[in-house]
């Protein structure tokens, strides 16, 4: 009998299916995405605020491979690898903002390369949750786009240890550190010591990181090498260059500055002296808790060594390392951010956030492991890892706002070395000059010019080296308007207010006049005047006033000499003006103005500092002695000692206010055989003498024997200034009061 279910069953066998290979899941670039963040956060954040001009240091460093500008004084501590890394830039293009944005993507690129050292020690995702937490913090923000040495010094050593910890592994790891190595040196020298002592004494301890030991001796010597030829080029020696390195630093020594660190967490970014107090502590729960961080890190690193060595003891093999990282991933990168903040928590006497960034950084690795071990080790670790998440989120957020309010206050101060230079440019200041002065050295960059100081930290010439540069060359004077008194070989010196800074500028008074000069050269043939509106607020010191024109201010001064009051006008909020009785002094080669304290004449100069002050007409009806009156700007005098020798020659009534005159102008009326005479002088002019006339005798403007004839429109501000006498110094009459014998409003 045929058997037909064969065929039936053979057909409803099922055909064999064949497995599909395994999909390949490419990882998520996590370093990447933190490296491409932490470039958009600074274009959108740091360089609005601060691609209009360079800060103080910045301008240092550019200065010295700036084709276009002179180089500023190079002090002892500074190292030249900064302004290597920018010279090709700075070569092509004078562009504060294209710097800034090329800056921003070499420091981002810095980042990641120096981070993925790491990648072959740690898990990726470790890796980039520590690139995230030093990327993240304001201090690493603010200085992506800025020509500072510090951040640099940071990514540098965070791939030096990663390099270093790869030699026993990889053999060509030893080129990479001794590379790495002597950048980090070469961009600040100091910190290349501090970095490399640890590294050199784990090297000779350690058998197995014996082979490193070149390559961290010899790149730590070719990075200082510049630094040491400078040393014996400039200095004299290394130990020479270290002892007044110790000088600009404040001397160096046994200072506890860790109280300085804290109370400049957030800011300011140089602390110096640091006596603010902190601001925003709230803000600062990150920074606090590092150090317990990282002891709980060394903890966690310390007993999974222990646990390891269990393993293998009882034969259970040893776990991938990348998978649980061993002991020197954790212990070296702490014993090198310890190292690295020696210097500036126990030799310095100030602080700035950007000294530790190197610490930061190296102690962000121990720091993403231990997040890591609690979220294995937690009984539901989704949920634990959602709630650091959200720490972390909220750490990221408080240091946007640190950052923003930072970012604002670099825009300010930065903002006013641009202005100051500006209004240089108007004033007339063109190069080549030379800057001196308070906060010289960032103004002259951005204004073109040389700058020079004789004291401080940045001391680069002698008082008469100055003066001989300052008599061919333009110069200027800067010094603060309120409180800035000038050095004693510029008291004669022609003062103008820059307007927007805080800043009066003095210049020479024979430099005056050739500004005023072509200043009415360029009005007479249709150019726009350098000077603008700032000529009228030429101010001078007395005793530049009494150098100036000796005679005339003797006269002066004895005129206000023969009565004790004086009228003063000031002006009061809505612009009206107030007089008051006051009396003045004269000493120490300038006139003071003394006032009780909250007086309103004293309100209004600290609001308005423009004043006129007439002196008093006397009781009768003559001009035996002749009228004066003087006009300018006061300046409140804060200066203890300076308030202490006024107080002693003058003996006021205390507490007082004391204000030092600034002269714009000195008007002193006379009659003689002819008539009246009116002898006007302003600063960087000879003496103008003006003889009113009337229809059938006109007016007659005269320059003194021996003086230089004032451009015709120079000769007096207006026609009615030529022909009568100004209305603060009328002829008093019989009738005029005399103000009374107290200081009162």
């Known amino acids: 009998m045929e058997n037909t279910a064969a065929p039936a069953a053979n057909a409803a066998r099922p055909r064999p299916h064949t497995p599909e290979p395994p999909r390949y899941r490419r990882p998520v670039p996590w370093l990447g995405l933190v490296a491409l963040g932490y470039a958009v956060a600074q274009l959108a954040v740091v360089i609005p605020h601060t691609g209009h001009a360079l800060g103080w240091d910045e301008s240092v460093y550019v200065s010295q491979v700036d084709p276009r500008n002179p180089p500023a004084f190079f002090s002892a501590p500074r190292s030249r690898g900064i302004s290597l890394l920018v010279s090709p830039i700075v070569a092509a293009t004078s562009s504060i903002p294209v710097l800034r944005a090329l800056l921003t993507v070499l420091s981002a690129l810095a980042l990641y390369a120096s981070f993925r050292v790491w990648t072959r020690l740690l898990p990726r995702t470790t890796v980039a949750l520590a690139a995230l937490l030093f990327s993240g913090l304001w201090i690493t923000m603010i200085s992506g786009p ?402 100036a024109e000796p005679g005339f201010a003797a006269t002066v001064q004895d005129r206000f000499g023969q009565y004790r009051h004086h009228v003063l006008a000031t002006l009061r909020k809505d612009g009206a003006p107030r007089l008051t009785p006051l009396e003045v002094a004269f000493g120490d080669g300038e006139m003071w103005l003394g006032m009780l304290p909250e007086s309103r004449k004293a309100l209004d100069l600290r609001r308005d500092p423009r004043f006129s002050l007439q002196a008093n007409p006397g009781p009768d009806d003559g001009m035996l002695d002749g009228d004066a009156r003087i006009s300018g700007r006061a300046v409140e005098v804060t200066d203890p000692e300076v308030i202490a020798r006024y107080a002693e020659a003058v003996h006021p009534p205390e507490p007082f206010h004391l204000f030092r005159a600034e002269v714009a102008e000195v008007v002193y009326t006379s009659v003689d055989d002819s008539g009246l005479v009116l002898r006007t002088w302003r600063p960087g002019q000879p003496v103008r003498i003006v003889r009113p006339g009337n229809d059938a005798d006109p007016s007659r403007t005269e320059t003194p024997p021996g003086e230089a004839a004032v451009p015709p429109g120079d000769a007096a501000e207006s026609p009615r200034d030529a022909a009568e006498p100004p209305e603060s110094a009328p002829v008093p009459s019989e009738n005029a009061p005399v103000p009374p014998r107290a200081d009162q409003d």
């Open 146 to 547: 800025a020509v500072m040495p510090n951040l640099w010094v940071a990514l540098g050593a965070v791939a030096a240890v990663g390099w270093f910890l790869r030699v026993p592994a990889d053999r060509n790891a030893r080129w990479w550190l001794a590379a790495v190595l002597a950048g980090a040196t070469l961009v600040r020298t100091p910190d290349g010591g501090w970095l490399g002592l640890p590294l050199l004494v784990w090297a000779i301890a350690v058998r197995a990181w014996r082979p490193a030991l070149p390559a961290v001796a010899g790149g730590l010597l070719l990075g200082a090498a510049q630094w040491i030829g400078e040393a014996y080029e400039r200095f004299g020696g290394i130990a020479q260059r270290l002892a007044e390195s110790s000088d600009v630093e404040g001397g160096m020594g046994l200072h506890f500055a860790v109280g300085a660190a804290l109370r400049s967490l957030n800011g300011p970014q140089l602390c110096r002296p640091c006596e603010m107090p902190l601001r925003h502590p709230e803000l600062t729960v990150w920074w606090l808790a590092l150090p317990l961080l990282t002891t709980a890190a060394v903890i966690a690193a310390l007993r999974e060594h222990q646990r390891q060595r269990t393993r293998v003891r009882v034969g259970l093999g040893r776990p991938d390392p990348r998978r649980v990282p061993g002991l020197p991933t954790t212990l070296l990168p702490v014993i090198c951010a310890g190292a690295l903040a020696v210097p500036y928590l126990l030799l310095i006497d100030y602080s700035a956030p950007r000294f530790l960034m190197p610490s930061y950084a190296l102690l962000a690795l121990p720091i993403a492991g231990l997040v890591f071990r609690v979220v294995r080790i937690a009984k539901s670790p989704r949920h634990m890892a959602i709630a650091l998440g959200v720490v972390i989120t909220l750490q990221l957020v408080s240091q946007c706002l640190v950052l923003s309010h930072a970012a604002g206050q670099s825009d300010t101060v930065t903002g006013r070395y641009r202005t100051a230079a500006d209004a240089l440019a108007r004033l007339g200041l063109r190069p080549p000059c030379l800057l001196i002065g308070d906060r010289a050295l960032p103004v002259a960059y951005h204004a073109g010019c040389s700058s020079a100081q004789t004291r401080g930290n940045n001391k680069s010439t002698s008082t008469p080296a100055l003066l001989r540069r300052a008599a061919h060359e333009p110069t200027a004077l800067l010094t603060k308007r309120k409180g800035g008194r000038p050095p004693s070989y510029a008291r004669d010196w022609v003062a103008f207010p820059l307007p927007g800074t805080e800043w009066n500028v003095r210049v020479p008074v024979e430099q005056a006049r050739e500004m005023k000069a072509r200043k009415f050269g360029q009005e007479t043939s249709g150019k726009p005047g350098s000077m603008g509106t700032m000529t009228p607020d030429l101010t001078i010191s007395w005793s530049g006033f009494r150098s």
